[in-house]
Protein backbone atom coordinates (compact mmCIF):
# COMPACT_ATOMS: atom_id res chain seq x y z
CA UNK A 1 0.00 0.00 0.00
CA UNK A 2 1.55 3.37 -0.50
CA UNK A 3 1.23 6.34 1.76
CA UNK A 4 0.61 9.63 0.25
CA UNK A 5 1.70 11.84 2.81
CA UNK A 6 0.99 15.37 1.62
CA UNK A 7 -1.32 17.48 0.43
CA UNK A 8 0.27 18.67 -2.82
CA UNK A 9 1.02 14.94 -3.76
CA UNK A 10 -2.74 14.04 -3.60
CA UNK A 11 -3.85 16.79 -4.79
CA UNK A 12 -2.08 16.36 -8.01
CA UNK A 13 -2.90 12.62 -8.10
CA UNK A 14 -6.69 13.56 -7.56
CA UNK A 15 -5.96 15.46 -10.57
CA UNK A 16 -4.98 12.53 -12.67
CA UNK A 17 -6.83 9.88 -11.50
CA UNK A 18 -10.29 8.22 -12.74
CA UNK A 19 -12.54 9.99 -10.67
CA UNK A 20 -12.03 13.13 -12.13
CA UNK A 21 -10.15 12.99 -15.29
CA UNK A 22 -9.83 9.40 -15.78
CA UNK A 23 -5.82 9.23 -16.41
CA UNK A 24 -4.59 5.72 -15.20
CA UNK A 25 -0.96 7.23 -14.45
CA UNK A 26 0.70 5.26 -12.22
CA UNK A 27 1.10 6.86 -9.00
CA UNK A 28 5.23 6.90 -9.07
CA UNK A 29 4.58 9.54 -12.45
CA UNK A 30 3.24 12.22 -9.76
CA UNK A 31 6.12 14.24 -8.53
CA UNK A 32 5.02 16.91 -5.86
CA UNK A 33 5.95 20.17 -5.66
CA UNK A 34 6.95 22.58 -2.60
CA UNK A 35 5.04 19.75 -0.84
CA UNK A 36 3.15 20.78 2.46
CA UNK A 37 2.52 17.52 4.49
CA UNK A 38 -0.36 16.53 6.32
CA UNK A 39 2.41 15.46 9.24
CA UNK A 40 3.59 19.46 9.52
CA UNK A 41 -0.24 20.89 9.68
CA UNK A 42 -0.89 18.23 12.03
CA UNK A 43 2.07 19.15 14.39
CA UNK A 44 2.54 22.93 13.09
CA UNK A 45 -0.22 26.20 13.16
CA UNK A 46 1.90 27.79 10.92
CA UNK A 47 1.47 24.69 8.47
CA UNK A 48 -2.34 24.44 9.49
CA UNK A 49 -3.23 28.20 8.63
CA UNK A 50 -0.88 28.02 5.00
CA UNK A 51 -3.04 25.14 3.94
CA UNK A 52 -6.20 27.54 5.26
CA UNK A 53 -5.31 30.55 3.23
CA UNK A 54 -4.28 28.14 0.53
CA UNK A 55 -7.87 27.31 0.05
CA UNK A 56 -9.16 31.06 -0.70
CA UNK A 57 -6.67 31.14 -3.35
CA UNK A 58 -7.57 27.91 -4.65
CA UNK A 59 -10.95 29.26 -4.87
CA UNK A 60 -10.06 32.41 -6.06
CA UNK A 61 -8.56 30.71 -8.98
CA UNK A 62 -11.80 29.34 -10.16
CA UNK A 63 -14.02 32.50 -10.27
CA UNK A 64 -13.61 32.45 -13.96
CA UNK A 65 -15.02 29.04 -13.97
CA UNK A 66 -18.07 30.16 -11.15
CA UNK A 67 -18.57 33.63 -13.13
CA UNK A 68 -19.31 31.21 -16.80
CA UNK A 69 -21.23 28.89 -14.90
CA UNK A 70 -23.53 31.32 -14.00
CA UNK A 71 -24.04 33.69 -16.22
CA UNK A 72 -23.07 32.80 -19.70
CA UNK A 73 -26.20 30.37 -20.47
CA UNK A 74 -28.01 33.11 -19.62
CA UNK A 75 -29.69 36.07 -22.03
CA UNK A 76 -27.18 39.14 -20.71
CA UNK A 77 -24.21 38.59 -23.98
CA UNK A 78 -26.12 35.88 -26.60
CA UNK A 79 -26.02 37.28 -29.81
CA UNK A 80 -23.83 40.80 -29.08
CA UNK A 81 -21.65 42.89 -30.25
CA UNK A 82 -17.70 42.75 -29.82
CA UNK A 83 -14.69 44.13 -31.76
CA UNK A 84 -12.37 41.26 -32.04
CA UNK A 85 -13.33 37.65 -32.66
CA UNK A 86 -15.49 35.97 -30.50
CA UNK A 87 -14.34 33.60 -27.29
CA UNK A 88 -14.54 30.02 -28.07
CA UNK A 89 -15.97 28.97 -24.44
CA UNK A 90 -18.48 31.92 -24.17
CA UNK A 91 -19.84 31.74 -27.36
CA UNK A 92 -20.67 27.96 -26.57
CA UNK A 93 -22.14 28.49 -23.84
CA UNK A 94 -24.67 31.18 -24.45
CA UNK A 95 -25.24 29.53 -28.09
CA UNK A 96 -26.07 26.55 -25.91
CA UNK A 97 -24.10 24.41 -28.50
CA UNK A 98 -23.70 21.63 -25.75
CA UNK A 99 -23.80 17.86 -26.60
CA UNK A 100 -22.01 14.90 -25.39
CA UNK A 101 -19.47 15.95 -28.34
CA UNK A 102 -19.59 19.30 -27.30
CA UNK A 103 -18.73 19.46 -23.84
CA UNK A 104 -17.70 22.90 -22.12
CA UNK A 105 -16.39 21.45 -19.10
CA UNK A 106 -14.38 18.22 -18.69
CA UNK A 107 -13.32 16.48 -15.70
CA UNK A 108 -16.38 18.41 -13.87
CA UNK A 109 -14.33 21.99 -14.08
CA UNK A 110 -11.38 21.06 -12.14
CA UNK A 111 -13.56 21.82 -8.71
CA UNK A 112 -12.59 18.11 -7.49
CA UNK A 113 -9.22 19.94 -6.73
CA UNK A 114 -11.11 22.66 -5.10
CA UNK A 115 -13.04 20.28 -2.99
CA UNK A 116 -9.99 17.82 -1.97
CA UNK A 117 -8.32 21.15 -0.37
CA UNK A 118 -11.61 21.66 1.74
CA UNK A 119 -11.99 18.09 2.26
CA UNK A 120 -8.58 18.22 3.48
CA UNK A 121 -8.05 21.13 5.76
CA UNK A 122 -11.64 19.60 7.58
CA UNK A 123 -9.74 16.43 8.42
CA UNK A 124 -6.80 18.51 9.55
CA UNK A 125 -7.90 21.56 11.88
CA UNK A 126 -9.88 19.05 14.41
CA UNK A 127 -6.45 17.53 14.88
CA UNK A 128 -4.28 20.38 14.61
CA UNK A 129 -2.48 22.89 17.30
CA UNK A 130 -4.86 25.63 16.14
CA UNK A 131 -6.37 27.58 19.48
CA UNK A 132 -10.14 26.13 19.97
CA UNK A 133 -11.90 29.24 18.61
CA UNK A 134 -9.99 29.68 15.24
CA UNK A 135 -10.29 25.80 14.53
CA UNK A 136 -14.32 26.23 15.21
CA UNK A 137 -14.09 29.47 12.80
CA UNK A 138 -12.42 28.36 10.40
CA UNK A 139 -14.53 24.73 10.18
CA UNK A 140 -17.80 26.34 9.59
CA UNK A 141 -16.24 28.60 7.03
CA UNK A 142 -14.96 25.40 5.47
CA UNK A 143 -18.28 23.57 5.63
CA UNK A 144 -20.20 26.63 3.73
CA UNK A 145 -17.83 26.81 0.86
CA UNK A 146 -18.02 23.13 0.18
CA UNK A 147 -21.73 23.67 0.21
CA UNK A 148 -21.13 26.10 -2.38
CA UNK A 149 -19.01 24.16 -4.67
CA UNK A 150 -21.24 21.06 -4.24
CA UNK A 151 -24.52 23.42 -4.76
CA UNK A 152 -22.77 25.02 -8.12
CA UNK A 153 -21.97 21.65 -9.25
CA UNK A 154 -25.27 19.86 -8.22
CA UNK A 155 -26.85 22.98 -10.57
CA UNK A 156 -24.06 21.95 -13.26
CA UNK A 157 -24.18 18.35 -13.81
CA UNK A 158 -27.04 17.42 -11.45
CA UNK A 159 -25.60 14.01 -9.70
CA UNK A 160 -21.73 14.25 -9.41
CA UNK A 161 -19.07 11.96 -7.48
CA UNK A 162 -19.51 12.68 -3.63
CA UNK A 163 -16.37 12.63 -1.76
CA UNK A 164 -16.19 14.19 1.92
CA UNK A 165 -12.99 13.26 3.28
CA UNK A 166 -9.20 13.06 1.88
CA UNK A 167 -8.09 10.00 0.45
CA UNK A 168 -4.57 8.80 2.56
CA UNK A 169 -4.03 5.90 1.18
CA UNK A 170 -4.27 4.15 -2.24
CA UNK A 171 -3.24 1.08 -3.66
CA UNK A 172 -3.96 1.71 -7.68
CA UNK A 173 -6.02 4.35 -10.08
CA UNK A 174 -9.26 1.81 -9.67
CA UNK A 175 -9.36 2.85 -5.64
CA UNK A 176 -10.73 6.38 -7.09
CA UNK A 177 -13.10 5.29 -9.41
CA UNK A 178 -16.41 6.65 -7.82
CA UNK A 179 -20.27 6.59 -8.97
CA UNK A 180 -22.19 9.89 -9.28
CA UNK A 181 -24.30 10.51 -6.69
CA UNK A 182 -28.13 10.72 -7.17
CA UNK A 183 -28.76 14.84 -7.17
CA UNK A 184 -31.10 14.29 -4.08
CA UNK A 185 -27.83 12.65 -2.26
CA UNK A 186 -25.72 15.79 -3.43
CA UNK A 187 -28.83 18.02 -2.35
CA UNK A 188 -28.93 16.57 1.01
CA UNK A 189 -24.82 16.81 1.37
CA UNK A 190 -25.18 20.00 0.64
CA UNK A 191 -27.70 21.15 3.36
CA UNK A 192 -25.91 19.09 5.82
CA UNK A 193 -23.08 20.82 5.48
CA UNK A 194 -24.72 24.25 5.82
CA UNK A 195 -26.38 22.90 9.03
CA UNK A 196 -22.73 21.99 10.36
CA UNK A 197 -21.26 25.99 9.59
CA UNK A 198 -24.09 26.85 11.00
CA UNK A 199 -23.68 24.79 14.05
CA UNK A 200 -20.20 25.70 14.73
CA UNK A 201 -21.06 29.53 13.62
CA UNK A 202 -23.18 29.18 16.82
CA UNK A 203 -24.90 32.43 16.35
CA UNK A 204 -21.58 34.52 15.70
CA UNK A 205 -22.96 36.82 12.68
CA UNK A 206 -19.42 38.96 13.09
CA UNK A 207 -17.42 39.66 10.12
CA UNK A 208 -13.73 39.27 10.14
CA UNK A 209 -12.27 43.13 9.78
CA UNK A 210 -11.18 44.59 6.95
CA UNK A 211 -11.68 42.90 3.43
CA UNK A 212 -14.99 40.39 3.50
CA UNK A 213 -13.32 38.09 1.95
CA UNK A 214 -13.68 35.19 4.45
CA UNK A 215 -16.77 33.37 4.75
CA UNK A 216 -18.90 33.87 7.87
CA UNK A 217 -22.08 33.20 9.10
CA UNK A 218 -24.36 35.54 7.17
CA UNK A 219 -22.54 34.05 3.88
CA UNK A 220 -24.23 30.61 5.11
CA UNK A 221 -27.32 31.90 5.80
CA UNK A 222 -27.75 33.46 2.32
CA UNK A 223 -26.79 30.63 0.70
CA UNK A 224 -29.12 28.20 2.71
CA UNK A 225 -32.15 30.74 1.63
CA UNK A 226 -30.19 29.98 -1.93
CA UNK A 227 -30.09 26.56 -1.61
CA UNK A 228 -34.01 25.80 -0.09
CA UNK A 229 -35.31 28.06 -3.16
CA UNK A 230 -33.59 26.01 -5.61
CA UNK A 231 -34.85 22.48 -3.91
CA UNK A 232 -38.47 24.03 -3.65
CA UNK A 233 -38.28 24.70 -7.14
CA UNK A 234 -36.60 21.91 -8.90
CA UNK A 235 -36.37 19.22 -6.42
CA UNK A 236 -39.99 18.98 -5.27
CA UNK A 237 -39.37 20.81 -1.60
CA UNK A 238 -41.84 22.92 -2.72
CA UNK A 239 -43.78 24.89 -0.10
CA UNK A 240 -41.31 23.49 2.77
CA UNK A 241 -38.65 25.00 1.38
CA UNK A 242 -39.56 28.21 0.59
CA UNK A 243 -40.87 28.70 3.92
CA UNK A 244 -37.21 27.59 4.99
CA UNK A 245 -35.69 30.01 2.56
CA UNK A 246 -38.30 32.57 3.99
CA UNK A 247 -36.67 31.82 7.16
CA UNK A 248 -33.46 32.22 6.46
CA UNK A 249 -33.34 35.18 4.57
CA UNK A 250 -35.31 37.45 6.79
CA UNK A 251 -32.85 36.45 9.34
CA UNK A 252 -30.43 38.20 7.30
CA UNK A 253 -32.66 41.12 6.95
CA UNK A 254 -32.84 41.12 10.34
CA UNK A 255 -29.35 42.01 10.71
CA UNK A 256 -29.66 45.12 8.40
CA UNK A 257 -27.79 48.12 9.73
CA UNK A 258 -24.36 49.68 9.40
CA UNK A 259 -22.57 46.86 8.90
CA UNK A 260 -25.24 45.15 6.35
CA UNK A 261 -27.06 46.97 3.66
CA UNK A 262 -26.85 48.41 0.80
CA UNK A 263 -24.75 51.20 -0.54
CA UNK A 264 -26.40 54.01 -1.47
CA UNK A 265 -23.71 54.22 -4.11
CA UNK A 266 -23.84 51.03 -6.03
CA UNK A 267 -20.39 51.88 -7.76
CA UNK A 268 -19.55 51.06 -3.68
CA UNK A 269 -19.54 47.46 -4.18
CA UNK A 270 -16.94 47.35 -6.57
CA UNK A 271 -14.56 50.55 -5.99
CA UNK A 272 -10.98 48.92 -4.82
CA UNK A 273 -10.69 51.83 -2.18
CA UNK A 274 -14.19 51.45 -0.45
CA UNK A 275 -13.61 47.13 0.58
CA UNK A 276 -12.94 47.75 4.01
CA UNK A 277 -15.77 46.49 6.01
CA UNK A 278 -18.18 47.14 3.29
CA UNK A 279 -21.29 46.92 4.51
CA UNK A 280 -23.18 45.34 1.30
CA UNK A 281 -20.38 42.79 0.57
CA UNK A 282 -21.29 39.48 2.17
CA UNK A 283 -18.59 37.80 0.38
CA UNK A 284 -15.86 38.28 -2.17
CA UNK A 285 -12.94 36.59 -3.64
CA UNK A 286 -9.65 38.86 -3.10
CA UNK A 287 -7.37 40.82 -5.65
CA UNK A 288 -4.91 42.89 -4.18
CA UNK A 289 -1.59 44.31 -6.14
CA UNK A 290 1.41 41.89 -5.73
CA UNK A 291 -1.41 38.81 -4.71
CA UNK A 292 -3.22 38.30 -7.89
CA UNK A 293 -4.98 40.80 -10.46
CA UNK A 294 -8.41 40.31 -11.64
CA UNK A 295 -7.81 40.29 -15.53
CA UNK A 296 -10.51 37.43 -16.41
CA UNK A 297 -12.80 40.59 -17.29
CA UNK A 298 -10.31 42.83 -18.78
CA UNK A 299 -9.13 39.99 -21.06
CA UNK A 300 -13.28 39.78 -22.86
CA UNK A 301 -15.09 42.77 -21.97
CA UNK A 302 -12.48 45.59 -22.46
CA UNK A 303 -11.07 46.49 -25.29
CA UNK A 304 -7.71 46.51 -26.69
CA UNK A 305 -5.43 50.17 -27.24
CA UNK A 306 -5.11 50.53 -31.06
CA UNK A 307 -8.75 50.16 -30.93
CA UNK A 308 -9.85 52.02 -28.02
CA UNK A 309 -8.61 55.25 -30.25
CA UNK A 310 -11.33 55.34 -32.74
CA UNK A 311 -13.82 54.40 -29.95
CA UNK A 312 -16.28 56.56 -27.87
CA UNK A 313 -18.40 56.22 -25.18
CA UNK A 314 -21.11 58.59 -26.56
CA UNK A 315 -22.21 58.82 -29.95
CA UNK A 316 -19.38 61.60 -30.97
CA UNK A 317 -15.68 61.40 -32.04
CA UNK A 318 -15.00 62.73 -28.72
CA UNK A 319 -13.70 61.78 -26.06
CA UNK A 320 -12.47 58.34 -27.21
CA UNK A 321 -12.35 55.63 -25.26
CA UNK A 322 -8.46 56.34 -25.07
CA UNK A 323 -8.76 59.18 -23.53
CA UNK A 324 -10.79 58.32 -20.64
CA UNK A 325 -8.91 55.15 -20.05
CA UNK A 326 -5.52 55.72 -21.25
CA UNK A 327 -3.70 52.84 -19.80
CA UNK A 328 -6.71 49.53 -19.85
CA UNK A 329 -6.32 47.33 -22.82
CA UNK A 330 -7.36 43.88 -22.90
CA UNK A 331 -9.79 42.51 -25.78
CA UNK A 332 -13.61 42.96 -26.51
CA UNK A 333 -14.37 39.29 -27.19
CA UNK A 334 -17.89 39.13 -25.72
CA UNK A 335 -20.46 41.77 -25.80
CA UNK A 336 -24.47 42.48 -25.64
CA UNK A 337 -26.84 42.63 -28.37
CA UNK A 338 -28.59 45.82 -29.47
CA UNK A 339 -31.98 44.73 -28.01
CA UNK A 340 -30.19 43.93 -24.66
CA UNK A 341 -28.46 47.07 -24.78
CA UNK A 342 -31.90 48.88 -25.55
CA UNK A 343 -33.18 46.99 -22.32
CA UNK A 344 -30.97 47.86 -20.00
CA UNK A 345 -30.55 51.50 -21.09
CA UNK A 346 -34.39 52.98 -21.50
CA UNK A 347 -36.24 54.36 -19.26
CA UNK A 348 -35.55 56.36 -15.87
CA UNK A 349 -31.30 56.39 -15.63
CA UNK A 350 -30.61 53.33 -13.13
CA UNK A 351 -27.35 54.06 -11.79
CA UNK A 352 -26.83 50.11 -11.72
CA UNK A 353 -26.59 49.98 -15.27
CA UNK A 354 -24.08 53.22 -15.20
CA UNK A 355 -21.75 51.65 -13.12
CA UNK A 356 -21.88 48.50 -14.83
CA UNK A 357 -21.37 49.10 -18.41
CA UNK A 358 -20.80 51.62 -20.68
CA UNK A 359 -21.74 51.22 -24.41
CA UNK A 360 -18.93 52.32 -26.80
CA UNK A 361 -19.44 53.91 -30.35
CA UNK A 362 -17.41 54.37 -33.55
CA UNK A 363 -15.85 57.82 -33.89
CA UNK A 364 -17.10 57.67 -37.33
CA UNK A 365 -19.96 59.00 -38.31
CA UNK A 366 -23.31 57.76 -37.81
CA UNK A 367 -21.66 56.86 -34.84
CA UNK A 368 -22.81 53.29 -34.80
CA UNK A 369 -22.69 51.31 -31.91
CA UNK A 370 -19.87 48.68 -31.71
CA UNK A 371 -19.98 46.85 -28.21
CA UNK A 372 -19.95 47.41 -24.83
CA UNK A 373 -17.01 47.89 -21.75
CA UNK A 374 -17.72 46.47 -18.68
CA UNK A 375 -16.90 48.89 -15.85
CA UNK A 376 -17.45 46.98 -12.61
CA UNK A 377 -13.62 45.07 -12.54
CA UNK A 378 -12.01 48.07 -14.37
CA UNK A 379 -9.67 48.68 -11.32
CA UNK A 380 -7.25 51.32 -10.33
CA UNK A 381 -4.54 53.46 -11.80
CA UNK A 382 -1.27 53.15 -10.33
CA UNK A 383 1.45 55.75 -12.12
CA UNK A 384 0.85 54.52 -15.88
CA UNK A 385 -0.62 51.33 -15.56
CA UNK A 386 -4.14 49.76 -14.68
CA UNK A 387 -4.16 47.56 -11.50
CA UNK A 388 -7.25 45.26 -11.81
CA UNK A 389 -7.47 44.77 -7.78
CA UNK A 390 -11.47 44.71 -7.56
CA UNK A 391 -12.61 41.99 -5.31
CA UNK A 392 -14.87 39.69 -7.52
CA UNK A 393 -18.40 39.28 -4.90
CA UNK A 394 -19.97 35.94 -4.25
CA UNK A 395 -22.78 36.87 -1.92
CA UNK A 396 -24.21 40.69 -1.61
CA UNK A 397 -27.01 42.38 0.33
CA UNK A 398 -28.60 42.66 -2.97
CA UNK A 399 -28.89 39.09 -3.51
CA UNK A 400 -30.67 38.19 -0.01
CA UNK A 401 -33.20 41.11 -1.00
CA UNK A 402 -33.85 40.32 -3.94
CA UNK A 403 -34.09 35.96 -3.09
CA UNK A 404 -36.37 37.23 -0.11
CA UNK A 405 -38.37 38.69 -2.90
CA UNK A 406 -38.29 35.63 -4.44
CA UNK A 407 -39.45 33.51 -1.36
CA UNK A 408 -42.25 35.74 -0.59
CA UNK A 409 -43.69 35.76 -4.69
CA UNK A 410 -43.31 31.88 -4.89
CA UNK A 411 -45.35 31.81 -1.04
CA UNK A 412 -48.08 33.63 -2.88
CA UNK A 413 -46.75 36.94 -0.29
CA UNK A 414 -45.95 40.49 -1.26
CA UNK A 415 -42.36 41.30 -2.27
CA UNK A 416 -42.91 44.58 -2.67
CA UNK A 417 -40.41 46.02 0.73
CA UNK A 418 -37.14 44.01 -1.06
CA UNK A 419 -38.20 45.30 -4.23
CA UNK A 420 -39.18 49.01 -3.49
CA UNK A 421 -35.85 48.57 -1.47
CA UNK A 422 -33.78 47.44 -4.26
CA UNK A 423 -35.41 50.59 -6.80
CA UNK A 424 -34.74 52.79 -4.55
CA UNK A 425 -31.10 52.89 -4.69
CA UNK A 426 -31.40 52.16 -8.55
CA UNK A 427 -33.47 54.93 -9.35
CA UNK A 428 -33.22 56.91 -6.28
CA UNK A 429 -36.71 59.24 -6.47
CA UNK A 430 -37.49 58.36 -10.20
CA UNK A 431 -37.90 54.56 -8.73
CA UNK A 432 -40.53 52.89 -10.49
CA UNK A 433 -43.42 51.77 -8.20
CA UNK A 434 -43.73 48.42 -7.56
CA UNK A 435 -47.14 46.30 -7.64
CA UNK A 436 -48.09 43.68 -6.10
CA UNK A 437 -49.28 40.91 -8.58
CA UNK A 438 -49.44 37.15 -9.31
CA UNK A 439 -47.01 34.75 -8.66
CA UNK A 440 -45.57 35.23 -12.78
CA UNK A 441 -45.57 38.65 -12.39
CA UNK A 442 -43.65 39.01 -9.08
CA UNK A 443 -41.43 36.76 -10.34
CA UNK A 444 -40.92 38.52 -13.28
CA UNK A 445 -40.24 41.64 -11.86
CA UNK A 446 -37.84 40.20 -9.53
CA UNK A 447 -35.73 38.60 -12.69
CA UNK A 448 -35.97 41.74 -14.24
CA UNK A 449 -34.28 43.49 -10.96
CA UNK A 450 -31.78 40.87 -10.99
CA UNK A 451 -30.61 41.20 -14.32
CA UNK A 452 -29.57 44.96 -13.65
CA UNK A 453 -28.38 44.07 -10.26
CA UNK A 454 -26.03 41.72 -11.30
CA UNK A 455 -24.47 42.23 -14.59
CA UNK A 456 -21.25 40.38 -14.81
CA UNK A 457 -21.25 38.67 -11.60
CA UNK A 458 -22.12 35.17 -12.34
CA UNK A 459 -25.75 34.93 -11.44
CA UNK A 460 -28.33 35.40 -14.21
CA UNK A 461 -28.43 31.98 -15.61
CA UNK A 462 -28.84 30.85 -11.75
CA UNK A 463 -31.29 32.78 -11.10
CA UNK A 464 -33.63 31.71 -14.11
CA UNK A 465 -33.11 28.38 -13.31
CA UNK A 466 -34.03 29.07 -9.86
CA UNK A 467 -37.03 30.55 -10.93
CA UNK A 468 -38.31 27.59 -13.11
CA UNK A 469 -37.81 26.11 -16.01
CA UNK A 470 -40.86 28.05 -17.51
CA UNK A 471 -38.72 31.61 -16.90
CA UNK A 472 -35.48 29.85 -18.52
CA UNK A 473 -37.16 29.29 -22.22
CA UNK A 474 -39.28 32.46 -21.88
CA UNK A 475 -35.91 34.06 -20.97
CA UNK A 476 -33.20 31.93 -23.61
CA UNK A 477 -33.75 32.14 -27.15
CA UNK A 478 -35.44 28.97 -28.89
CA UNK A 479 -33.26 27.68 -31.85
CA UNK A 480 -30.32 27.88 -28.73
CA UNK A 481 -32.28 26.37 -25.96
CA UNK A 482 -35.99 25.10 -25.82
CA UNK A 483 -37.49 21.43 -24.77
CA UNK A 484 -37.14 20.11 -28.11
CA UNK A 485 -33.29 21.17 -28.58
CA UNK A 486 -30.19 18.78 -28.10
CA UNK A 487 -28.78 21.12 -25.21
CA UNK A 488 -30.05 20.54 -22.12
CA UNK A 489 -30.40 22.87 -18.80
CA UNK A 490 -27.53 20.46 -16.99
CA UNK A 491 -24.24 19.78 -18.88
CA UNK A 492 -22.66 16.74 -20.34
CA UNK A 493 -19.40 15.02 -18.90
CA UNK A 494 -16.77 14.09 -21.79
CA UNK A 495 -16.67 10.48 -23.14
CA UNK A 496 -13.71 10.60 -22.26
CA UNK A 497 -14.01 10.21 -18.72
CA UNK A 498 -16.98 7.63 -18.90
CA UNK A 499 -14.50 5.46 -21.12
CA UNK A 500 -12.02 5.91 -18.95
CA UNK A 501 -14.36 5.75 -15.30
CA UNK A 502 -16.56 2.46 -15.65
CA UNK A 503 -18.58 3.53 -12.83
CA UNK A 504 -19.28 7.00 -14.35
CA UNK A 505 -22.94 7.41 -16.54
CA UNK A 506 -23.73 10.10 -18.85
CA UNK A 507 -25.47 13.50 -17.34
CA UNK A 508 -29.38 12.30 -17.95
CA UNK A 509 -31.03 13.83 -21.01
CA UNK A 510 -27.86 13.38 -23.30
Not at 332 to 339: A, C, E, K, L, P
Amino acid sequence: MKNIKNIYYLLALVASTALFTGCKKQLEEVVPQDAISIQSALTDANATQTLYYGVYARFRAYNSIFFNLGEMRSDIWADGLFTESADGTSFQLYTHNISTTQVPYSNWASLYNLLYQINNLIYVLPKSPVNQVTQTRELAEMYGLRAYVYYTMLKTWGGVPLTTAPILTINNAADTYKPRSTPDSIMLQVKSDIAQSLQLYNGNNAFQSGNRVYWNRVATLTLKGDVFLWSATNMSGGTADYTTALSALQEVKGLQGATLNLNSNYNDNFNPSKKSNNPEIIFASSYEPNQAANTYFYSLFSVNSIQAAGLSFAPASTPTVQSVYPYVGGANRVGMSQTMITRLTSGPTDQRITNSFNVMYSTTSPFPVKSVFLLKYIGTVSGTSQVYNNDYPIYRYADVLLMLAEAKAQLGQDPTAEITQIRARAYGSAAPVFTNGSISDNMNAILEEGLREFIGEGKRWWSLRRAGNSYVYAAIKPSYLSPTTVAQLLLPISSSMILNDPLLTQTPGY
